[in-house]
């Protein structure tokens, strides 16, 4: 079973945060390994290698946090049927094509 990741921005990072993915820098090089825990000091370092977000697995965040996150990640899929369907011709069957999407969209999966 694969561990759950977490796109975080730097400002929200905290040491003991374990990355999932390989952070790299512009030209490709590892910067830091996948599994590596996050301490001050690398994610003060941040900065300088212009980093906005990290991969970080979703156990090393909060429940909270990533309850948030969760929610705000739902709605914006819900947000975004509206660009999906604005060309959409009115009627039944598109109505009901959107109630099942957006059901989709709002299940935990």
Do not use: C, W
Not at 20 to 39: A, Q, R, W, Y
Not at 51 to 59: E, G, M, R, T
Not at 76 to 90: D, S, W
């Amino acid at each position: 079973m694969s561990k759950k990741h977490h796109f975080i921005p730097v400002s929200k990072l905290r040491a003991g945060m374990i990355l999932s993915e390989n952070l790299l820098d512009k030209l490709g090089h590892i910067l830091l390994p996948s599994g590596t825990e996050l301490t001050e000091n690398t994610i003060k370092a941040m900065a300088h290698h212009e980093v906005h977000q990290l991969a970080v697995f979703s156990d090393s965040i909060d429940d909270d946090e990533n309850d948030n996150s969760d929610i705000e990640l739902q709605q914006k899929k819900i947000a975004k049927l509206g660009a999906i369907f604005r060309h959409a011709p009115v009627g039944e069957p598109t109505d009901m094509l959107k109630m099942y999407v957006e059901k989709y969209r709002r299940s935990k999966t």
